[in-house]
């Protein structure tokens, strides 16, 4: 059993920064790619952001250049860090996490509860 808990979710007024948290805990060998989700009322979950254990990430079109995603491997924790806000980023974020539980097993996926993120004009 694995859970993710997210933290820094709240509201900013437009051109502000948030910094999201998400750390995995439970059994836990070996995390790989962790990545945010959001979504706003009435449309579709959309991926924001992913990084490899390696380090290797890709972005929205629409935050690249304002959000930044990083990972700390020993604490099996993923970050995002959103500057330069604008309304449209209101949505509810969700962490996700590929999580191996031992050696000899396979990863499976988990999500986090979600954050509300509201930036105001």
């Known amino acids: 059993q694995v859970q993710l808990v997210e933290s820094g979710g709240g509201l900013v007024q437009a051109g502000g920064s948030l910094r999201l948290s998400c750390v995995a805990s439970?059994?836990?060998?070996?995390?790989?790619?962790m990545a945010w989700f959001r979504q706003a009322p009435g449309k579709q979950r959309e991926l924001v952001s992913r990084?490899?254990?390696?380090?290797?990430?890709n972005y929205a079109d629409s935050v690249k250049g304002r959000f930044t995603i990083s990972r700390d491997n020993t604490k099996s924790a993923v970050y995002l860090q959103m500057n330069s806000l604008r309304p449209e980023d209101t949505a509810v974020y969700y962490c996700?996490?590929?999580?191996?539980?031992?050696?000899?097993?396979?990863?499976?996926?988990?999500w986090g509860q979600g954050t509300q993120v509201t930036v105001s004009s």
């Open positions: 996700n996490a590929n999580v191996q539980h031992s050696w000899n097993l396979r990863a499976g996926i988990y």
């Open positions: 990084i490899t254990r390696d380090g290797m990430t």
């Open positions: 439970g059994t836990i060998y070996r995390t790989y790619d």
